[in-house]
């Protein structure tokens, strides 16, 4: 019922519309019901063209009033699904990015692309509940008319019924739960398949084990998704059984009913066989909704995971607006402190405390083995990363979680794992598009792709001419400050220089602040200043050739 709940939390008009035009139509099934059964009983007194045109009339009302519900609730759950999806887009991108890390990729690409569905598919069969609900409903009112007493028995079999498919329901629940928490085993061995077939494909062992994996967490799912499949079809099934079962002690032991007349027995018998029909409709859906609640008790635990601080939320919510950068002369690190944890109580890794300063127009490299730091101070830098202690200055305001998204506006980069946009984002117009192709052109790559409609007609290409398309979009962003995260790495001899000796002065002359985080040590001394950290601290911070000079083995060594 959390779907039904959900439509109702978006549209309460439009769907007490629907209820309504629902409503009408399992009272216009129930007269109709009423008027075989006088037709039945009654003979020749119920025959004719008389009675024949009020009931095509009513057949008409109750076809029309079934369109209008299942088309306005179709209409409801596809605005609300709508909703959902835009509400969690913006929940994730208010998020703070060391939380998105920690819930990881497989959990949000499987409800983004899974979940939200499975409740999208659910709610299309939202009408037919609705229009079921009602023609049982109408049915069991009329049947009350007729008889009290077999009434209040039926009732009780109804309670008995109910109270008997809680336990099963349970237990399908909890299977479909499972299963989807399985769904996301299965989605990183997706995720495997697609971005590392060819590291499978080059050695067999390797295969074999991913496949042997992959099969277990399918089967595992392919398991729990059938045992929920089968309680709830022995669920439908027992309600199925339940109702002949009652057409039967009404038909063949009428002696028992001695003070209910034969035309009520009859008529008891024909509504519970026409209720047959949509009662097994409803049960079958059982199913449907047990999936659906599950996958929407993922998205709520997911947005409830999603919880964004003050400065964050306030971004979101003004998302429609182009949030202006704040402007600074020196940016300044006082004590900050970031920390990564296993979840133990010990930490992993712990960057800082780092003092440091970074003043408008410099050009500095980042430097430092694997695993020391230089990434996670860049994400510091940039505001993606909130620090566990200390603050960052610009100039002498502190950035606080009101500044935050201000601050991040004044920053373009480009990292190791960047993601590249197919269409240019943010860039829209038309002249942004004459600039990417004259960009393009001094990239290098306007026999390589195009500017078409607002996007780059290719991405398909080098991993080196992506990062090169990459930096595209830094220059159409034209921001103060541009970080570089290993940018040359993939590039060939030629463009690697090029990048070096023409591409980054270019950019200080512009003005901008430049970090680059680089292994290049052949490149060291076109910075202005050399940031070297070992193992999480600072351990230089200064002119590149005074460090060159006294680094052993090195070319600068005196």
């Known amino acids: 019922m959390q779907t039904l709940f959900l439509l109702l939390r978006h549209s309460r008009a439009m ?3 629907a209820v309504l035009f629902g409503l009408l139509s399992g009272l216009g099934s129930t007269l109709l019901l009423a008027m075989l059964h006088s037709a039945v009983t009654d003979g020749r007194s119920a025959t004719g063209m008389g009675p024949l045109l009020p009931f095509l009339g009513l057949c008409l009302l109750i076809s029309l009033a079934r369109l209008g519900s299942q088309h306005l609730i179709d209409r409801t759950g596809q605005s609300a699904i709508l909703q959902m999806r835009m509400s ?36 299309m069969v939202a009408p037919v509940i609705c229009i079921n609900s009602a023609l049982v409903l109408g049915g069991l009112v009329y049947l009350a008319t007729l008889s009290m007493t077999l009434f209040w028995i039926l009732l009780g ?11 099963p329901l349970a237990a399908g629940a909890r299977h479909f739960t499972q299963a989807r928490r399985e769904q996301e085993s299965l989605f990183e061995h997706f995720r495997g398949l697609v971005n590392g077939t060819k590291e499978l494909k080059l050695n067999d062992r390797r295969e074999r084990d991913f496949l042997a994996h992959f099969r277990q967490s399918a089967e595992r799912q392919r398991g729990l998704q059938v045992s929920a499949n089968l309680i709830y079809a022995v669920t439908g099934a027992w309600g199925h059984l339940l109702f002949f079962v009652v057409v039967g002690v009404l038909v063949f032991l009428r002696p028992w009913f001695s003070v209910v007349s034969p035309a009520t027995l009859v008529g008891y018998a024909l509504v519970l066989l026409y209720l047959m029909s949509p009662l097994q409709t409803l049960l079958g859906t059982l199913a449907q909704l047990g999936q659906a609640n599950a996958a929407l008790r993922r998205i709520q635990e997911l947005g409830l995971a999603l919880q964004a601080p003050a400065g964050e939320a306030l971004a979101a919510g003004r998302a429609a607006e182009e949030t202006k950068a704040v402007p600074w002369q020196e940016l300044r ?13 010990r930490d992993v890794f712990t960057l800082g405390p780092l003092d440091l300063r970074f003043r408008r127009g410099e050009l500095v490299f980042i430097v430092g083995g694997n695993g020391s730091g230089k990434t996670t101070l860049a994400k510091l830098l940039l505001g993606l990363y909130t620090p566990a202690r200390g603050t960052i200055y ?4 502190p950035v606080t979680e009101e500044r935050l998204a201000a601050y991040r506006q004044g920053f373009s980069a480009i990292f190791s794992d960047f993601y590249l946009f197919e ?15 004259a960009y393009l052109q001094h990239l290098k790559l306007e026999r390589v792709v195009a500017v078409e409609g607002g996007k780059l007609s290719s991405i398909d290409v080098s991993r080196g001419q992506q990062k090169r398309l990459a930096l595209l979009q830094c220059y159409l962003d034209d921001r103060p400050v541009c970080l570089f995260d ?29 970090l680059v985080i680089t292994h290049d040590d052949q490149y060291y001394d076109i910075a202005d200043r050399l ?9 230089y911070d200064g002119e590149p050739r005074a460090h060159l000079a006294a680094e052993p083995g090195s070319s600068w060594a005196v």
């Open 394 to 397: 610009t100039d002498a305001e």
């Open 15 to 17: 769907l007490a519309t």
């Open 157 to 167: 079999l109804i309670i008995v019924g109910g109270a008997s498919y809680q336990i």
């Open 88 to 123: 969690l887009g913006e929940k994730i991108l208010s998020t703070p990015l060391r939380q998105l890390e920690e819930i990881g990729a497989a959990r949000l690409l499987t409800v983004l692309a899974n979940d939200v569905n499975t409740v999208g598919y659910t709610v």
């Open 423 to 437: 269409r240019l984002f943010g860039h829209l117009d038309l002249a942004s598009h004459e600039r990417a192709r």
């Open 531 to 539: 940031i070297k950290l070992e193992e999480g601290q600072v351990s």
């Open 333 to 345: 690190l006082d004590g900050i402190t970031h920390q990564y944890s296993d979840g133990s109580e």
């Open 486 to 514: 290993e940018w040359a790495a993939d590039q060939d001899p030629v463009f690697k220089k090029i990048f070096y000796f023409e591409i980054l002065p270019e950019l200080k002359r512009r003005g901008k602040t430049v």
